[in-house]
């Protein structure tokens, strides 16, 4: 059976909050990405730490990816896939790729698994927005940054620039082992998931593993 451990929307919170300043300091986004469905509550909660004052919302866009698949059995819990399914993506025809262009994006998802998914992202971003740009004659460069709740520690299948990952625009707000996550958007029952965090939660996890 899997060994899960269970994260609280309090935590993701504070992750969040501690994780903001470093994003601030060191990429600055003017655009989010979040990677559904894990991306969506951390990219709102990420937002409005981020906010400066006298300055607008940071705008959140999204796009939908899928590489999990189910197993087997009655056992709700989900295998890394090997291949990366498009559920939802930008429409190149619409002002929401040119939006891009000359923009500092960050790209924000809960989990950095096997790595398939965000390289993915990345490469197929960048490549889109690279075709826009063209297409409309601009100069402008576009840089992508990437945030993660939780890394897991683990040797990756899939590949970030270099470039990226040197100029500290890879941020994890925790490195964890590999182990299964659950996280609380996921919950059918969020008291239940709560109670069960409290007793095996991804605190206790890392106070393991010190």
């Not at 730490?49 to 059995?73: R, V």
Request: some cysteine.
């Amino acid at each position: 059976m899997v060994e899960k451990y269970y994260v609280t929307y309090n935590q993701v919170h504070k992750l969040c909050q501690e994780a903001a300043p470093k994003i601030l300091d060191e990429f600055k986004p003017s655009l989010m990405i979040a990677i559904g469905g894990g991306g969506y509550v951390p990219a709102r909660i990420l937002r409005s730490f981020l906010k400066q004052p006298g300055a607008p919302n940071i705008p959140i866009q999204a796009i939908g990816l899928s590489l999990y698949e189910q197993l087997s059995g009655s056992d709700p819990v989900e295998a890394p896939g090997t291949k990366v399914t498009r559920t939802q993506w930008l429409d190149l025809s619409s002002l929401e790729m040119a939006n891009l262009i000359g923009k500092h994006v960050l790209i924000v998802d809960e989990v950095d698994d096997t790595r398939t998914t965000l390289d993915y992202a990345v490469k197929e971003l960048e490549k889109d927005v690279e075709t826009a740009r063209k297409e409309q004659g601009r100069s402008e460069k576009t840089t992508f940054s990437i945030f993660v709740l939780h890394n897991k520690d683990k040797p990756k299948k899939g590949q970030l620039p270099a470039e990226m990952l040197e100029n500290g625009r890879y941020i994890a707000a925790v490195t964890v082992p590999d182990v299964w996550i659950c996280y609380p958007w996921e919950a059918q029952d969020i008291d239940e998931h709560d109670s069960l965090a409290a007793k095996k939660g991804i605190k206790e996890l890392l106070a393991e593993h010190r």
